[in-house]
């Protein structure tokens, strides 16, 4: 029980500084793919999924794939509530969601980023939950802090698992 209460407390703590710069700052500095991510570096930080050039990376591509869609595909509608059925938003947002996440798989895939967490940044954005250039700089800040604050709580001690030097021999393994 006592892995599972660090690997808990660390996931939170993951969290913390994102989720204090949404409150102090009103932006979405914290969402749902977050989540997964920092499930991912507090539980298997060893994984491939888990190097930070692969979480950054495939995030990275998720919002790029993510805004392309959107924009091309949905500019203008977006999925806070569901769209009327059968209607030109509705296929709209349908279609930006499925190419972007065909696409950031593609591009991870490619680009050896996997880190499927990313999917789930890509239907933010596709969606128009997150569309804007600065939701996707924030979405790359968050991104940022969320892996400095994983690589604090290691050379802290805080955090289960491996050191610096794990985590860049597990992305040199095959995924």
Not at 105 to 121: E, I, Y
Not at 135 to 153: F, K, M, N, Q
């Amino acid at each position: 029980m006592r892995e599972e209460l660090r690997e808990s407390a660390t996931a939170g703590a993951l969290l913390v500084v994102v989720g204090a710069l949404a409150v102090l700052s009103g932006r979405t500095f914290l969402f749902p793919s977050l989540g997964p991510s920092a499930f991912l570096l507090a539980t298997k930080p060893s994984a491939p999924a888990s190097h930070p050039r692969r979480v950054a990376g495939g995030h990275a591509v998720g919002v790029l794939a993510g805004l392309a869609t959107y924009h091309a595909l949905a500019s203008g509608v977006a999925v806070t509530a569901p769209p009327p059925a059968m209607t030109t938003a509705s296929a709209s947002l349908a279609v930006s969601g499925v190419v972007s996440v065909m696409l950031t798989t593609a591009g991870m895939v490619a680009a050896d980023l996997r880190h499927a967490p990313a999917c789930a940044t890509t239907l933010i954005v596709s969606l128009g939950l997150l569309s804007s250039p600065t939701d996707a700089l924030l979405v790359g800040a968050s991104i940022l802090i969320l892996l400095a604050t994983h690589r604090t709580l290691l050379a802290t001690e805080i955090a289960p698992g491996q050191t610096t030097a794990d985590i860049a021999d597990a992305a040199d393994r095959p995924s």
